[in-house]
């Protein structure tokens, strides 16, 4: 390389405004946003996540046409009405059953994708929701409600697979510098596919989680009617926080993100407690609440609904991200369904102050992650799993060469994961 061609390289390396990064630095960010990367990512992210949270919401919009068809069948067959506890206990399993299938799914993203990969598991996957729909779709036609029940399981397996295989994917093919901002589209998608949900559901929407909602609105002032425009404000809030989340997440990291949101949530949590017990008193605290509510669920989803997908895929090693997705899956849908089933019996018993139990949760959450998480941002996995030895003051685990793998192919050993290889590379250079 010449003189000329050192200095042209210089320039392009450093010049930059004051305050700015380098150009070579930039050049390489818009480098790494690639027309084929951005379209695989949301290609998978609306066949996967988006059904998720639209099969999450849409199913409260027809309640009343469901217990209906459910009521009628029985009827056809027995020849007289549904016990009404009959009927809530069908209800009931058809919206749990949905966390069921997703359990099951979870557990089978690892034997799946041993054999056909993460691409061809998420493009499999497509299958289970085309068996779903066809089965929830034709239930009414051929007048029985258990093709019903059987769809919303299988439509759960598809979203088990989705929300381990999706995350995996996008964490394995972004580049580092954009590896956040790839992955929280796991996270937008799923809140787009809630909002769709909500906006086909008017204008009979129902309350989804928040089960204040209505209340709340209608003791503001807002009538019967236009509640349900209102609630869509939730989904429509849940899309830009966690679009805000994907913007910033490579600037301000992952860290700031969760345990700020967490702490926030703690906040308005305890906010929305004060608010709910004292909203008689003045015309304008219910207006508080419905503040308080939209403030929950921004703070979850610019931080703790999106960020865990992320972290999950940079903990580990390429070979134990399936164990760690299967685990970390098993965690998320078991405690969907014991909040569903549990929640209301915690509504009854506290009344308005059950909202502290969740704000417990989130503050317990943010002190463990301040003391225990390092930083991921543009990190290899040996650098995160060296901040991990030294923030909890262990030895950090030993990283093999490229020495080491030739002597465990040599004596007939598993291979070693690529990715510790390249990490290692990375560090000896």
């Not at 994708?113 to 036609?141: D, E, H, P």
């Not at 796991?186 to 129902?206: H, K, M, N, Y």
């Not at 543009?378 to 909890?392: C, D, G, L, P, V």
């Amino acid at each position: 390389m010449n003189a000329r061609e050192l200095a042209l390289a210089s320039m392009i390396h450093d010049t930059s405004w004051p305050g700015e990064l380098p150009v070579g630095h930039r050049l390489r960010r818009k480098k790494d946003w690639s027309w084929s990367l951005v379209v695989a990512a949301l290609v998978g992210a609306f066949g996967s996540s988006f059904l998720y949270g639209y099969n999450l919401s849409v199913v409260n919009a027809p309640t009343p046409y469901i217990k209906a068809f459910y009521n009628e069948t029985w009827y056809r067959r027995h020849g007289h009405p549904i016990n009404p506890d009959t009927l809530t206990l069908l209800w009931s399993v058809t919206v749990s059953i949905f966390a069921i299938g997703g359990l099951v799914g979870t557990l089978l993203v690892k034997f799946i994708g041993k054999f056909i990969g993460r691409k061809y598991t998420l493009l499999v996957n497509n299958g289970f929701a085309i068996c779903a729909a066809l089965l929830m779709a034709c239930s009414l036609q051929a007048g029985v409600f258990e093709m019903l029940i059987v769809g919303r399981f299988i439509m759960g397996v598809d979203g088990g697979i989705a929300l381990s295989a999706l995350p995996m994917y996008l964490n394995e093919i972004a580049p580092k510098e954009i590896r956040g901002s790839l992955g929280q589209v796991t996270a937008i998608f799923i809140c787009i596919g809630v909002f769709v949900g909500q906006l086909l559901g008017l204008p009979e929407l129902l309350g989804k989680i928040w089960f204040y909602t209505n209340s709340i609105f209608g003791k503001a002032g807002i009538s019967r009617d236009k509640i349900p425009y209102i609630t869509l404000s939730t989904g429509g809030i849940e899309t830009l926080a966690a679009i805000f989340s994907g913007l910033v997440v490579e600037r301000l990291g992952r860290r700031p993100l969760l345990i700020g949101g967490f702490g926030l949530m703690a906040l308005f949590f305890g906010t929305l407690t004060v608010t709910l017990t004292l909203q008689d008193q003045a015309p304008w605290i219910p207006y508080l609440s419905i503040v308080c509510i939209l403030a929950i669920i921004a703070s979850f989803c610019s931080g703790p609904g999106g960020i865990p997908f992320i972290l999950t895929g940079e903990f580990f090693q390429q070979s134990e991200r399936p164990a760690a997705f299967i685990v970390a899956g098993t965690v998320n849908w078991l405690s969907n369904f014991a909040v569903g089933l549990l929640f209301p019996f915690i509504q009854k018993s506290l009344d308005s102050y059950c909202f502290l139990v969740f704000g417990t949760v989130c503050i317990a959450g943010a002190v463990y992650f301040y003391f225990v998480l390092p930083e991921t941002k543009n990190r290899t996995h040996a650098e995160i799993s060296q901040s991990f030895a030294k923030r909890n003051k262990t030895h950090p685990p030993e990283v093999k060469t490229d020495s080491t793998v030739a002597e465990e192919k040599a004596n007939g050993q598993p291979e070693t994961d690529l990715s510790s290889t390249l990490d290692s590379q990375g560090q000896n250079q």
